[in-house]
Nanobody
Framework: VQLQASGGGLVQAGGSLRLSCQAS????????MAWYRQAPGQQRELVAR???????NYADSVKGRFTISKDPTKNRLYLQMNALKPEDTGVYYC??????????????WGQGTQVTVSS
């Protein structure tokens, strides 16, 4: 699957952004979709993920501020980010993981979108 992330930008602390990730195929068959981020000089970290049943998990640092969702009719993954903090700054990547009874099919990454939060 090809993934195209968008929606990043520069925002002041306390502001909001909505990231989108367009998938090239039916996301209803993807087991887990997720958003990761990577700050300069740091490792990539999981921000939020959503399963095929729409069960969600969030990093403790974003709980209550970020919401992950998906729209299978548009093959899109979203990340609504509210009450942004300077420490949320980084490149945000979408990820798609698909597995079947035969084993992993793919673990795909989008190109990333930059989010910069000014204080």
């Amino acid at each position: 699957v090809q993934l195209q992330a968008s929606g990043g930008g520069l925002v002041q602390a306390g502001g909001s952004l909505r990231l989108s990730c367009q998938a090239s195929e039916d996301i209803a068959i993807i087991n887990v979709m997720a958003w990761y981020r990577q700050a300069p000089g740091q490792q990539r970290e999981l921000v939020a993920r959503i399963g095929s049943s729409r069960a969600t998990n969030y990093a403790d640092s974003v709980k209550g501020r970020f919401t992950i969702s998906k729209d299978p009719t548009k093959n899109r993954l979203y990340l609504q980010m509210n009450a942004l903090k300077p420490e949320d700054t980084g490149v945000y990547y979408c990820n798609a993981y698909r597995v079947t009874a035969s084993g992993p099919i793919y673990d795909s990454w989008g190109q990333g979108t930059q989010v910069t939060v000014s204080s």
